[in-house]
């Protein structure tokens, strides 16, 4: 039986009705995203034709879900907007404060000692609001949701960037910053500006060594980091139907990397035995009802080129497994030889210490039995594996069951670490080095979704490698990065050569699946007498005060940095033991832009203090200007704030008194951000603007009190020898955008309309 199913039937009882009347209004066929858009619109059946990259629309998201690293600040945040329950289905999962170390119950027993004020935090907020509980150790987030939440058609958002693996299941699914889940949990529209749309055709069938993973790796190689950017990917064709659910949940996970809004598939058979095998019997025959309905026109996928805004085209049968990285996702190399070659030429450590299978990319019961299949060639062939093994069950469910069917019985044999059913290295959190800032130069590979710098274990230097499940063993077994296990051959311990064979495995378990204790707690029906509690002097929670606005006349403003190219989100505010302050707002700013580089000097953290010519760290810098009430003005490049979800990027710069972020581009959950925290998020209508910032530069705010939708705003630059330059800004906010900065952010206001 399927949680929130009413919720579901009604969905459905809907989409008949708001679906044609899109298709009449727009006159054409429509893509599955257009579907799911158009029937989640607040106020109902669709009226109007949206334009593509420019209309700004409200929606109605049927669910919500949080991660505990994100859900402190969101829980926190709803804390304040007057309401006694979450107006939709909301759950929260303890996934991110599990440092990997030991192995699962070491592990998770340490995390429930050092995190047991957050643990028990969420835990109350969530029993007193309505929201279902995830306890920690049940599983990783997305795993979790596909399990359990996720179903065709629907619409959901989440307090992570990775919600976009409910895609796998044909929801619309869409990762937000905490801001915009609270307005949402408040009962209150969400806003997205009407996506983009790319077509991702899929032709042949995968086989022998390549995998779901290889394709949205293949993708990543095509458009970037930034090419999906205000965009849904669909994907469509022969070689979407011919893949597993959880293969497709793969696919739409790691298209977070591209910058994509969210990517999806239509419902097909292998979404029918995933929602049966998972005892959601009652939702595969509710969508079966409407299932024309719950993917794209046929007219549009036979002629994707009329419909989609950009389409890409990729024959299974012709792909090859494929290495991305190190320290970016996009950077794509087929396994052996090119490697090799690469490899060389860039000084890549070939030598690989650490093979990582799992996070909420890749820790399905598919996956684990297939990388298995080749851990139980090692065994059979009398191999020593050269590199050591990590394992990140994706939830309790798939943990328990593989466990029954032996699947981690084969990797123990290998002496795999089994890690929590949680996210772990995937995040930082992995406890691989006492000192990580002076580990040594070396190589991973994992089957994860992003690859940054210090991303995994905090060490600079690590090269980290991104692939399948399966090549995640193979290159484990052999040692070398550069190992093809399609062509070469490895000398086991009886010095014969051996190689490995395709590797094999279950779609979903044949016995079935099966768990003792899911951990899950419903909430109270009614939780009006539960207390929460948050000391005055803990460390690790701290109660909200409302930003004040900043304003309509800034002047004066200081450069705090200026970054220095590639500027995500772990830069901006680092995960990693960091996590442990991600409830506590004054606590976790004092990482705030750590990890950025300066363009002035190369280095991080260390930054000029204007006030006194000298250097320092730069929340130490910052702090002197707030004291002094200076604001300042954050500068960097394109794609600025690319990756995780985490509003923490933006609500610290605020909480410190950063004015305004200026740069060349933004990722569009970080721009969201940054407008739901009452700031300035603007970027230069004359990219080549950015290099007339000085390290002493000055900005006086010409025309801000005549902020408006469409009309740029206008910096002077004073510079140390007082000459000047005067920079036009775009911005791309509304009028509810604007209102959100005049009241200091998007919850004031919030406040202001429940008071």
């Avoid at 304040?80 to 027993?109: E, F, M, R, W, Y």
């Avoid at 090692?378 to 699947?407: C, H, M, Q, W």
């Amino acid at each position: 039986m399927a949680f929130d199913i009413d919720m579901i039937k009604k969905v459905y009882a809907n989409v008949v009705e708001r679906v044609d009347a899109a298709q009449k209004i727009t006159g054409k066929p429509l893509t599955l995203a257009e579907k799911i858009l158009y029937s989640h619109l607040w106020d109902g059946n669709p009226t109007k034709t949206f334009t593509r990259g420019k209309d700004y629309v409200d929606f109605a998201p049927d669910r919500i879900a949080l991660q505990d690293a994100t859900a402190q600040m969101a829980l926190l945040q709803f804390m304040q907007a007057g309401k006694s329950k979450v107006a939709v289905p909301t759950t929260t999962h303890c996934d991110h404060l599990i440092q990997a170390k030991n192995g699962a119950s070491t592990d998770l027993q340490s995390a429930l000692n050092t995190s047991n004020e957050v643990f028990n935090f969420l835990e109350s907020v969530s029993n007193k609001y309505g929201l279902g509980f995830w306890k920690p150790g049940a599983g990783i987030i997305h795993q979790v949701v596909l399990e359990n939440y996720a179903f065709p058609g629907g619409m959901m958002i989440g307090t992570d960037s990775h919600t976009v693996n409910a895609g796998g299941l044909g929801m619309v699914a869409i990762g937000v910053g905490g801001a915009d889940a609270v307005d949402v949990m408040a009962g209150m529209p969400w806003e997205l500006k009407f996506p983009k749309l790319i077509g991702v055709k899929l032709t042949g069938k995968l086989s022998g060594w390549t995998a779901p993973k290889d394709v949205i790796l293949k993708v990543a190689d095509i458009l970037t980091v930034k090419g999906g950017t205000g965009a849904i990917v669909e994907y469509f064709g022969p070689g979407a139907t011919s893949m597993s659910c959880t293969g497709k949940g793969t696919i739409c996970n790691m298209g977070a990397e591209i910058g994509a809004t969210t990517s999806t598939f239509g419902y097909d058979d292998s979404m029918e035995r995933y929602l049966r095998a998972t005892d959601r019997d009652d939702v595969a025959d509710a969508a079966n009802t409407v299932k024309d309905y719950l993917t794209g026109d046929k007219e549009v996928y036979e002629n994707p080129e009329k419909y989609f805004d950009q389409v890409i085209e990729i024959n299974l049968s012709e792909l090859s497994p494929l290495l991305n990285g190190p320290f970016t996702p996009d950077l794509s190399t087929e396994a052996g030889s090119k490697m090799t070659e690469k490899a060389n030429e860039n000084d890549w450590p070939l030598k690989v210490e650490w093979g990582l299978i799992g996070s909420c990319t890749n820790s399905s019961y598919e996956d684990l039995s297939r990388a298995s299949s080749i851990a139980q060639q090692a065994i059979d062939k009398n191999l020593k594996t050269k590199a050591d093994f990590g394992i990140n069950p994706g939830s309790e469910k798939v943990r328990y069951t593989a466990d029954r069917d032996g699947i981690l019985g084969v990797f123990e044999k290998l002496d795999a670490t089994i890690f929590t059913n949680a996210c772990g290295p995937c995040i930082g959190q992995w406890a691989r080095y006492s000192d990580p800032k002076n580990a040594p130069k070396n190589s991973i590979i994992h089957s994860f979704n992003r690859n940054f710098a210090k991303r995994a274990d905090g060490n600079p230097n690590t090269h980290a490698f991104v692939a399948s499940p399966e090549m995640v063993a193979a290159v484990a077994i052999a040692g070398r990065l550069d190992f093809n296990p399609m062509t070469d051959k490895l000398i086991n311990e009886n010095g014969e050569e051996v190689m490995l064979d395709e590797p094999t495995g279950w779609e979903l378990p044949p016995k079935g699946f099966e768990v003792k204790d899911d951990g899950y707690l419903a909430p109270e029906e009614d939780g009006s007498h539960v207390e929460i509690a948050v000391k005055d002097d803990s460390e690790r929670l701290q109660l909200l005060e409302p930003f004040t606005p900043l304003g309509s006349e800034i002047k004066g403003a200081k450069l705090l940095i200026k970054a220095f190219g590639k500027c995500t989100t772990d830069h901006i505010s680092m995960a990693g033991p960091w996590l442990r302050f991600r409830g506590h707002l004054d606590n976790i700013a004092n990482n705030t832009l750590i990890g950025a580089v300066n363009a002035f000097n190369h280095k991080t953290n260390f930054v000029k203090n204007q006030l006194t010519g000298e250097y320092g760290g730069v929340p130490d810098v910052q702090r002197e200007y707030k004291k002094e009430g200076i604001k300042t003005v954050v500068v960097g490049d394109h794609n600025y704030g690319e990756g995780s979800s985490r509003e923490h990027a933006a609500m610290q710069p605020r909480h410190l008194g950063v004015a305004a972020v200026i740069v060349k581009s933004f990722a569009r959950i970080h721009e969201t951000n940054l407008k739901k925290q009452g700031m300035l998020g603007l970027t230069f209508a004359n990219e080549a603007d950015y290099d007339l910032i000085q390290e002493n530069d000055t900005f006086d705010f010409i025309d801000l009190n005549e902020f408006a939708p469409d009309k740029p705003l206008t910096i002077e630059v004073t510079h140390d020898d007082g000459s000047k330059d005067t920079i036009k800004l775009n911005h791309t906010y509304n009028d509810a955008q604007i209102k959100w900065y005049n009241e200091g952010s998007a919850l004031n206001l919030i406040k202001k309309q429940n008071a």
